[in-house]
């Protein structure tokens, strides 16, 4: 499941929670979820049909039963990794309660552990922040996209004092994360949503391809003048391939794909057969190196890296870790596929698994599994040439005898 996040007028914690209790998230199962966390008699959770300028949402309020409640960030870990919650949802708690505390810690000079401030400290804003990771993890989301964030203009008030829009926290904490401004007096996005966001999503930008199975909005306090105060959130699932191909091409594949590249010239050559093997695991679907001279006629090699949107991420944080590269670029790229399948044939070498690849004029190809071959070759002690053109020649009279 995938799920695209649509922040057209910013997002906060309980705009968060309030378009996924839209999606479907049971209040009273959320609230049950919650208490692993903390205690039922810390808070209460509610919610309220309210409609923005026309448009039904959901608004999620949290009744804080003992305000003088306040904590450290490393309270907040202890409790979040000591709870019930299941992996998933207790590992995107720490990663959003951690670049909220990393952000204030760099604004206020102080140890990240040590920071202590009502903004994490608050029921309010553990409740927002794990509920929207056992939100996630209810609703099965593998993956999440966001659109670019919007920032307000003008001054908030808090407990530091009058600030300017974006508060220093959420202006830290969205470095690196596509913003734009607009006219609008208020502040759109919270410290908690921009950690929420940037935490979850893979990548900023327009709507992906995607069937849209169900949406969600979730509402703000505040009503704006120019829009609807509202987050919306889309869940279904991402269209890589369009099955429309050209005439003469029967059930071709245009599939969406991403190209990931880089240039390298600092790195022991050693390095890159593991950064192949880990970036097929990462999801992969091609990768190779070309030979390039670089400045000062430097030799290098530039990586490409073909993969699914949904894997980008991944594939560009595993280059970044595992290379000397300090950046990469990638771009969408449209790639046609023919039609393939995996089917048995009898050999002398036993039953083994071919791909068929079916022709733009409706010929088949059989082509032998590699690693297959190499297998037999080395526990014969043949040449795996003779091997690959055995199961060739063997599955190609199969065919033709059926």
Known sequence: MHAYFDCFSGISGDMTLGAFVDLGVP???????????LPQN??????SSVSKMGIGAKKVDVRIKDKNTSRDYAAIKSLITNSNMPDNARKTSLEI????ALAESKIHGCETDAVHFHEVGAVDSIVDITGTALCVDYLGIDTVFSSKIPSGKGFVDCRHGRLPVPAPATIEILKDVPVYGTDIPHELVTPTGAAIIKTLSSGFGLMPDMVIQKTGYGAGSRDLDVMPNLLRISIGTIQDKIKDGPEGTPDSLDEKLVLVETCIDDMNPEFFGFLMDRLFEDNALDVYWIPVYMKKNRPGTMVHVLCPLSSKENIMTRILTETTSSGVRCYDVTRRALPRKQRNVETSYGNLQVKEITRPDGSISI???FDICKAIAIEKNIPVKIVYDTILKEAGDAKNKQ
């Open 27 to 37: 209040l009273e199962w959320l609230q049950d979820a919650i208490s692993g966390v």
């Open 367 to 369: 082509v032998p599994e």
């Open 97 to 100: 309660f951690e670049k909220i």
């Open 42 to 47: 810390n808070f209460e959770l509610s919610v």
